[in-house]
């Protein structure tokens, strides 16, 4: 049996009705950009977070870009990135203008560490941007704590997730706004781009939807520039058909790690050093290869697809590298997690009773 990644397909055909459904009212409605679908799914995601506000945009990386433009953060300004994260994090700051300072992560949780944070800050730091990578939060406490004291505004990166909490509350409601991403891959996602501000401050949040429609405040009245990032209805659609079933699915995906966690030795299994306060969403499940490139072939020689997410940390890739100054090693953690770490399946249609007895005996014997 062939286990996949992601399994978009079978998602597909768990919902099929309500998204057939979803897609045709759409269609029979000409509800293609804005809407009833597209105010139904902000209210709705808004409700799911028990947050004010959610401002619908084009995919992700534009949803950090509006909100650090709608923040007055550009030119002149530094922000503090994690130095392992998808592009789209330190993307969206050089895109405003302003300098992605990275950060070194933490050993155990692969998130930001507040240490490293609190030490890169200059008086040009305007912001973080905590990502809870892989489905994993940030420590939100400590992270909130530094950046009150040095009046940072917080960012969330909640792309990997969607149903994680920190301390009982969902990730997405403790900084100043959060971006979310409904790429088809990530914990909810569309059939195409999408993605979603989402805050609890009022001017931030009409300030965003300007941007993100051509810097209209009703229609034809333009008072700042702005730029089109807009949510389509039938991505709405489609949301508000699985919003439903997202806890159900990060269910299956915690049975899975929980599985894995009894299989996997102890050393290499990131469910070891979850602590008990936060719920991890399982956006992805990482371990800790010595050997990954043996590991890998042998996940492969049973069927067991395998990624690396990312082999290369942001601060060394080539479009950073130079600009930043790398003087030895000042990513540690980063660099060293960046040639270990191995993503194996997980999604909300895996059950571990498809594996067969060779796959477990690989996972079993994974160094
Ligand atoms: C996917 C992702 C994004 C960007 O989302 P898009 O919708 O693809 O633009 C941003 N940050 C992280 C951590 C991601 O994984």
């Not at 944070?117 to 939060?137: C, D, N, Q």
């Not at 403790?174 to 409904?182: L, Q, T, V």
Request: glycine letters at 8%; aromatic letters at 8%; one cysteine or more.
């Amino acid at each position: 049996m062939d286990i996949p990644l992601v399994d978009l397909k079978k998602q597909y055909f768990e919902v099929k009705n309500e998204i057939d459904r979803a897609i045709y009212r759409v269609i029979n409605n000409s509800d293609f950009i804005g809407g009833t679908e597209v105010d139904g799914f902000e209210k709705e995601f808004a409700e799911y977070l028990d947050i004010p506000h959610c401002v619908s945009c084009g995919n992700g990386t534009d949803a950090l870009e509006i909100i650090l433009e709608s923040m007055g953060i550009g030119i002149g300004c530094e922000v503090l990135v994690p130095a392992l994260t998808w592009i789209s994090t330190a993307e969206a700051v050089t895109r405003v203008g302003a300098k992605p300072v990275f950060v070194d992560i933490l050993e155990d949780n692969y998130t930001l560490d507040p240490d490293d944070m609190e030490r890169r800050i200059t008086e040009k730091t305007k912001a973080v941007i905590p990502v809870h990578l892989y489905g994993m939060p940030c420590e939100m406490d400590k992270i909130l704590h530094i950046s009150k004291n040095h009046q940072l505004m917080v960012i969330e990166d909640c792309a990997q997730s969607h149903g994680a909490k920190y301390k009982g509350i969902l990730t997405g409601c403790f900084g100043h706004a959060a971006a979310y991403s409904f790429y088809p891959g990530k914990n909810l996602g569309a059939y195409g781009d999408a993605g979603a501000i989402v805050t609890r401050d009022n001017v931030l949040a009409a300030k965003a939807r300007m941007i993100a429609n051509h810097g209209q405040l009703t229609k034809h009245h333009h008072i700042i520039i702005g730029r089109n990032s807009r949510m389509d209805g039938i991505q709405a659609a489609i949301l508000r058909a699985k919003l439903p079933f997202l806890g159900r699915w990060i269910g299956f995906r915690r049975d899975l790690a929980k599985w894995y966690g009894e299989i996997i030795k102890k050393e290499i299994n990131p469910v070891y050093s979850v602590p008990d306060y936060v719920d991890h969403a399982y956006h992805l499940f990482v371990i800790k290869s010595k050997n990954r490139k043996a590991s890998i072939d042998r996940l492969a020689s049973v069927n067991i697809h395998t990624a690396i997410h990312y082999p290369c940390p942001l601060p060394y890739l080539d479009v950073y590298k130079n600009k930043q100054g790398i003087r030895g090693p000042e990513y540690p953690v980063s660099l060293s997690l960046s040639k270990s770490i191995l993503s194996l399946p997980m999604n909300d249609q895996l059950r571990s009773n498809i594996f067969n007895d060779d796959q477990i005996e690989v996972l079993r014997s994974l160094e």
